[in-house]
Structure formats: C-alpha cells, structure tokens
C-alpha cells in the first residue's frame, strides 16, 4: 500500500492500545472526532434541538463502553446498572464492537499489510468504531441531507451484506486511503476466507452471523435513537413511540 490507513482513517499511536485506552476513546468518540477531525469542541449544555441529536449520540457511546468494560475489563460490578436498567439496550453495539475484534484478531496475522501498518486488533476495532460515529454525525447531526433509514430496512441491507461479503473475494481490494476500516477488514477476511476453508467456516461465518444477529436486536428494539425526516428535521424516538418532531439547523461538513 502506497499510504498508511492508519493516519487516513484516524491519526493514533503506533504502539499497542491497551483496553483502558480503547474503550475511553470509544467513550468520548463523538466529542474527539467533532474536535480532532473538524475543528469543533460540541457545548455539553446546550439544551436546543442539536443538543437533544447530541445528547443521544453521546449516550449511545457511553452505553457502549459500560458494556465493553464489562466484557474486556472484567467489571462484575457494573453487571445489575448495565442489566435492569436503560443501559440494557446499549449492550448489542458492545456485541459488535467485539465482533470486529474476534476478526481483526484472526485477519491480523494473516495478512502481510495489516502488519506493516501495525493495524494490531485493538487498533482495528477503534477505526471500526470511529468510521461507525463519523458516520452517525454526519447522517444525524451535521448533514444538510438526510435520508431515513429504518430499522427493517437496515435489517435487510445487512442480510444482503453478508451476501456479498461471500463474494467479496472476487473484487479487487487495494487497501488504498479510500478504503474504509470496515471494509479493509471485511475484504481482507474474505481474501482469507478463499484460500482458507477452516477460517471460511469458523471465524468469517461467526462474523457474518454476530452482524445479522446486531441488526436483528436493533430491529426488534424499543432502543432510544435519531431518525432524519425528508424534510432535513429530525426526530428522537424512544420506547417504540413516535418522537417529537424536531426542526434541523443547518451543520456544515
């Protein structure tokens, strides 16, 4: 590869994150990458209609790392808050970030660029993660153009994915600074999964399910989110209800 994935996707250390470190920038990822990559520090009280969009994006990635330090610091005690209350639903995104780490941990060792790059799992599973949010941003938060997405639609084009990922090897796939964090490690998992039967069958199938398995949960889910109208507005929605309609001020990229 001609550039280094790593500074174009996001500029972290060369060195081995540990799960402290990770699981604090998944915490605080809206807010780093609003800073870092746009020049922005977002208000914490701001109580307009962008802060309710904001403030939904930030508890989502709080959630998220709850869970994850649960899952990857061995926590216990956060087990009954993360269970029986709101944070419950917060737990598939966890599930996927995992997801992303099972593979990178199985890709990484198999696939020359992905050393040379230092791209070690941990490493990989951030990129994943803050692709994840810039995308949330700026399809939710700071987009002049909006499109809905629903949750059975979502469901649908995953399982089409996971279609496509068995023919992924097939295309070709460069690594070059177009190429996502996602799709790097999905390409780069079904250039194994061609040449590897074992790998094919145990860990890109186990991937594949845990994704379907995400959007299915997200689905079937009474989880608090954002969702764009034609119109460029938003709304919150929560507890299967219709959210209120919330007028959308312009963001610049």
């Known amino acids: 590869m001609n550039r280094n994935l790593q500074n174009t996707w996001y500029k972290l250390p060369?060195?081995?994150?540990?799960?402290?470190?990770?699981?604090?920038?998944?915490?605080?990822?809206?807010?780093?990458?609003?800073?870092?990559?746009?020049?922005?520090?977002?208000?914490?009280?701001?109580?307009?209609?962008?802060?309710?969009?904001?403030?939904?994006?930030?508890?989502?990635?709080?959630?998220?790392?709850?869970?994850?330090?649960?899952?990857?610091?061995?926590?216990?005690?956060?087990?009954?808050?993360?269970?029986?209350?709101?944070?419950?639903?917060?737990?598939?995104?966890?599930?996927?970030?995992?997801?992303?780490?099972?593979?990178?941990?199985?890709?990484?060792?198999?696939?020359?660029?992905?050393?040379?790059?230092?791209?070690?799992?941990?490493?990989?599973?951030?990129?994943?993660?803050?692709?994840?949010?810039?995308?949330?941003?700026?399809?939710?938060?700071?987009?002049?153009?909006?499109?809905?997405?629903?949750?059975?639609?979502?469901?649908e084009l995953a399982l089409k994915h996971c279609e496509w990922l068995n023919t992924a090897h097939r295309w070709t796939f460069e690594g070059t600074a177009q190429s996502s964090p996602i799709e790097a490690l999905e390409v780069g998992a079904a250039y194994v999964a061609k040449e590897d039967v074992n790998f094919r069958g145990t860990y890109f199938l186990d991937y594949q399910r845990s994704i379907k398995r995400f959007h299915r949960q997200i689905k079937n889910s009474r989880l608090v989110g954002v969702a764009a109208n034609p119109d460029g507005g938003f709304r919150v929605l929560g507890n299967g209800q219709r959210g209120k309609q919330k007028s959308k001020r312009g963001f610049g990229n």
Not at 19 to 39: S, T, W
Not at 74 to 86: A, I, Q, S, Y
Not at 114 to 124: E, G, I, S, V
Request: with cysteine; proline share 5%.
């Open 14 to 155: 060369n060195t081995p994150l540990s799960n402290e470190q990770c699981i604090r920038l998944i915490r605080n990822a809206p807010d780093l990458l609003m800073e870092h990559r746009h020049g922005i520090i977002l208000p914490f009280e701001n109580l307009e209609e962008d802060g309710v969009v904001l403030k939904t994006i930030r508890e989502q990635y709080r959630g998220e790392a709850d869970w994850l330090e649960y899952f990857l610091l061995n926590k216990n005690e956060l087990l009954p808050e993360l269970t029986f209350t709101d944070k419950v639903g917060y737990k598939p995104f966890a599930e996927r970030a995992l997801s992303y780490l099972r593979l990178a941990q199985e890709v990484y060792p198999r696939v020359d660029w992905a050393q040379d790059q230092r791209l070690y799992p941990l490493t990989w599973m951030l990129h994943c993660e803050i692709e994840i949010c810039e995308n949330i941003l700026r399809n939710s938060y700071y987009s002049g153009t909006l499109n809905i997405v629903g949750k059975v639609a979502q469901y």
